[in-house]
């Protein structure tokens, strides 16, 4: 049994790897390369391009997914690793209140959605300080409900939302926007918009999810640190730089040319 977490991890690192490099490349390079397109070349590259790229895509997210979840039962609810279990800082019989707040991540998964289909969301800024706040809220359920006294603990939990909202969108909102698109390019039809903003929009939430994903990604590496600011303010404040380094990048990105 002792191999299945080191297994599970290395997966877990394979597919995030292909998952997050391909978000990278479609968010960074390939918008802007397409945008120098003309019609009759985006006719014959996207449907090529596109499907090969999205399948790895999504199937990347789909086993970042669910090999770390298979990692947050054995490791983290069922206590395989004893030692481990313990860091954490939950009980070793948490009541059933305790276990629904586990469940919270997920759920606020479809809190985000529905969010983000309402008219509030419109305004970039308010609807950022919204979902900051959201995950402040998140974490202080975690630490005061659930009991989670450990670094490492609510850490995991957090990642685990971001993860669960990333392959979400990626399924359900991003990859059947692209199917209409390339559909449309193919037939040389123009796009639906709200497919184009659908896609765009969701693959940006992702992009800027990443960076403090792959920060709880390496919690176990990052402990040293959690003395800081009482733990969760260090992970707050990685969010924090993570959003303005992804902001940074998108706009080098759009600078770096092409010879």
């Known amino acids: 049994m002792e191999f299945i977490t080191p297994i599970f991890k290395w997966l877990h690192i394979i597919a995030g790897v292909l998952w997050i490099g391909l978000l990278y490349f479609f968010n960074w390079i390939n918008g802007h390369v397409v945008a120098t397109m003309d019609g009759s070349t985006k006719q014959k590259v996207i449907p090529e391009l596109m499907p090969r790229a999205l399948y790895f895509f999504r199937w990347g997210a789909a086993w970042t997914w669910i090999t770390g979840i298979v990692l947050l039962l054995i ?37 985000y959605d529905v969010f983000y289909k309402s008219s509030i969301s419109k305004n ?65 039809d123009a796009p639906d918009p709200a497919d184009a903003g659908m896609a765009g929009l969701r693959s940006k939430h992702n992009t800027y999810m990443s960076v403090p994903l792959i920060w709880t990604m390496i919690n176990e590496h990052t402990v040293g640190v ?31 040319q092409g010879f």
């Open 75 to 111: 490791v983290y609810w069922m206590g395989m690793n004893d030692s481990m279990f313990k860091e954490l800082g939950i009980d070793d019989e948490p009541s059933k209140f305790k276990h629904l707040a586990y469940l919270l991540p997920f759920v606020m998964v479809f809190v």
């Open 124 to 188: 970039t800024r308010v609807a950022t300080i919204i979902s900051f706040l959201g995950i402040v809220g998140v974490l202080c359920l975690l630490i005061c409900v659930s009991e989670m006294e450990s670094y490492r603990a609510y850490n995991i939990h957090i990642g685990t939302m971001f993860g669960s909202m990333m392959a979400f969108n990626v399924w359900y909102r991003i990859w059947p926007a692209q199917q209409r698109i390339i559909t449309a390019i193919k037939n040389g």
């Open 226 to 256: 959690s003395h800081y600011l009482g733990g969760y303010g260090v992970l707050l404040v990685m969010i924090v730089v993570g959003w303005h380094l992804v902001f940074q990048i998108y706009k080098k990105s759009a600078k770096v």
